[in-house]
Structure formats: structure tokens, C-alpha cells
């Protein structure tokens, strides 16, 4: 994950095709749905299935750009539409669960967006919708809030070592933390 200072532009796609964040990308789905098939009912399956896939795809985005594009955003939000439906049809109470604590999640960072005007960029906004869906069904809110709490000390840490290691101060992208939060609180099923 690289950053960029707020007056450098943003990386081009077409530059960001490396056969090495590809393979790490793989290696990352494939882990972290080994650890969901492990801890979570398989009632929740689809959710993470989302999270562990385009979750992941919109984390590497963010990871070399520092933004994720609206289509990507766009279509990660209706094959989750597809996956709490699927959740619903096996359960309805975890699938009311699941879409009730993703709509939280969204209203909650949008807050924090629309407030802070600057550090939490609008990508996070979207892709709120996979936090509060795989955290909110597993614990509820208390289960939200650890995860933003995993995901802020991950992206702090990587915003300290990208500082030290460059010595400019550059915008760090928040959505790989996340991501990396949402499976890392999977161990402590």
C-alpha cells in the first residue's frame, strides 16, 4: 500500500496492473475464506462470501489509489443486495439483522464523512455496507464497533510506518484496515 500526498494525482488503473498485488490479492481471498468457512455459520456465508471477494477488491483499490470507484462500489452493493437476501431466505431474522446493521454502519460513516470533511474519504462511506453486514449479524453493534476499532489501530499502525519510512505525511487509504479488521475479529469466535 502506497499513499499520496493530497496534491499528487491519482494513480491511473492501467498502472496498477502488477502481477504481485494479483497473487497477494488470491492468496488473501483464499485465507480469509478458509477462516470464515472455520468460524461462521454457514448461514452468513454469502455475506462474507462478499467481503472475502469484492470486499477485498475494493480494499486493493483503495490500497493503490487511496479511492474506490463508484461502478465498483456500485456492484459490490448489489451482489450484497443478492447476499443478505440469501442470508433472509435461510433466516429471516439474521437476514433483517444483517441489512438493519449494514444501513447503521452507512449512516454512521457517512456521519463521520459529512463532519470531518477531510482524513475519511467518501470510499470508506462505501464500502460501509460490507462492515456493518459481516459485523453487525455475527455481534451487533458491540461486534461494529470492535471492528472499526481493529480496522483504525491496523490503518494507524500502517499510517506511522508509511510516515517513518518516507518522511512525508500522505493520505493512507482506511478501507484495507477495515477489510483486514472484519477477518482479523473472526479469530476471536
Not at 61 to 82: N, Q, S, Y
Not at 142 to 163: H, I, Q, S
Request: aromatic letters at 10%; one cysteine or more; proline letters at 6%.
Amino acid at each position: 500500500m502506497t499513499g499520496r500526498t493530497p496534491h499528487e494525482p491519482k494513480t491511473p488503473y492501467r498502472q496498477l496492473t502488477n502481477p504481485l498485488p494479483t497473487i497477494l490479492i488470491a492468496l488473501l481471498a483464499g485465507s480469509a475464506s478458509w477462516l470464515v468457512m472455520q468460524k461462521v455459520s454457514p448461514v452468513l456465508w454469502p455475506v462474507w462470501a462478499v467481503m472475502v471477494t469484492f470486499g477485498l477488491w475494493q480494499a486493493g483499490f483503495d490500497a493503490g489509489t487511496t479511492w474506490i470507484p463508484k461502478r465498483v462500489a456500485h456492484a459490490t452493493w448489489w451482489v450484497l443486495a443478492v447476499a443478505v437476501v440469501a442470508v433472509g431466505a435461510m433466516s429471516p431474522s439474521t437476514g433483517a439483522l444483517t441489512l438493519v446493521s449494514s444501513l447503521l454502519c452507512v449512516a454512521a460513516f457517512w456521519a463521520v464523512w459529512a463532519l470531518t470533511g477531510a482524513g475519511f474519504g467518501f470510499g470508506d462511506v462505501r464500502f460501509a455496507p460490507l462492515v456493518g453486514a459481516v459485523s453487525g449479524a455475527l455481534w451487533g453493534g458491540a461486534g461494529l464497533a470492535l471492528v472499526v476499532a481493529a480496522g483504525l489501530v491496523l490503518t494507524l499502525a500502517w499510517m506511522v510506518t508509511d510516515r517513518a519510512l518516507s518522511g512525508q505525511r500522505r493520505l493512507v487509504p482506511w478501507v484495507p484496515g477495515l477489510w483486514a479488521g472484519c477477518v482479523m475479529t473472526l479469530l476471536l469466535l
